[in-house]
């Protein structure tokens, strides 16, 4: 049982407050690598894909890698559009068989997000997908002002959009952002347990690279059953192939360069996959 829905790999993380990787690869390398440091850890695992990287590689073809790459796979995974605004993208992912979409209606108003949110919805049901909703957006950790506390929507504002959309996970800003933090971020993760009180529903946690661990461990109890991972994959995926040229200079052996961008990646995504408990979680 490989690919199961997004949201039952969420609702048992969910249950046993454990957290699932959903780590953004960026081509075939990496979505093997990270599947396949979850098999060797029998963990469930979120593979999510960007816009950019769907729209460059095409869907047909990113779909065919993971059809492929999944086959034989032991462990739940699931196929998530991350970051997604345009409503084409997601209705070519969720035809294709993606297992779930982010819709990022997050610079429009909350009431227009909300009402594009429950045809998203709709959309997604009809093809046995799920759908994450936000409402306000992360930035580039280099844009914070460390104001982004006071720049979130209230509770009431995101359990009305919860219970109207039927989202099947919430991504709120807490003071996380994407990219590299100077240093570990300070978090509202109080913002994490209300929402979670009040909508009964799990969390997804942005921004995860550069959090400390015990942010981590804090924040998967309250409730961020799905934790992202983008910047250290593309750290890792970089640096593994500018080390791996600078220390071979005259090497021209691709094969070996990839050799030691699988390594890298895939020692990232057991790292992650360790420190927020899903390891030995697949059933
Ligand atoms: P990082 O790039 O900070 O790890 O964030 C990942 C993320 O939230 C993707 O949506």
Redesign the pocket.
């Known amino acids: 049982m490989p690919v199961v829905p997004t949201r039952e790999i969420l609702a048992r993380a969910f249950a046993e407050r454990y957290g699932v990787a959903a780590i953004?690869v960026v081509n075939d390398l990496t979505m093997e690598a990270v599947l396949a440091a979850a098999e060797e850890l029998r963990a469930p695992i979120i593979v999510?894909t960007s816009v950019k990287h769907v729209l460059m590689t095409g869907v047909d073809v990113m779909y065919a890698m993971w059809e492929a790459m999944t086959a034989r796979l032991t462990v739940p995974a699931a196929l998530h559009l991350?970051?997604c605004p345009d409503r084409t993208v997601i209705t070519a992912c969720l035809e294709r068989g993606w297992n779930s979409v982010?819709f990022d209606a997050s610079k429009l108003s909350v009431e227009e997000n909300q009402r594009q949110c429950i045809e998203v919805v709709a959309e997604a049901r009809r093809h046995g997908a799920d759908v994450e909703g936000e409402i306000e957006g992360?930035k580039r950790?280099e844009e914070m002002t460390g104001d982004e506390a006071r720049e979130v929507q209230s509770l009431e504002t995101v359990v009305a959009f919860v219970r109207a959309t039927d989202v099947d996970v919430f991504a709120p800003a807490i003071g996380?952002?994407?990219?590299?933090y100077r240093s570990a971020p300070t978090l509202d993760a109080q913002r994490v347990t209300d929402i979670v009180a009040a909508t009964g529903k799990p969390v997804a946690l942005?921004?995860?690279?550069?959090m400390a661990p015990a942010q981590f461990s804090d924040l998967i109890a309250r409730g961020c059953a799905k934790v992202?991972?983008?910047?250290?994959l593309k750290i890792a995926f970089i640096r593994s192939g500018s080390d791996h040229v600078a220390g071979h200079p005259d090497e021209f052996d691709p094969p070996k360069l990839f050799t030691a961008q699988r390594a890298a990646v895939m020692e990232m995504a057991r790292s992650h996959i360790r420190l927020f408990g899903s390891e030995g979680k697949a059933w």
């Open positions: 953004n999510q991350d970051h982010l992360f950790t996380n952002a994407h990219g590299t942005h921004g995860g690279t550069g992202n991972i983008s910047t250290a």
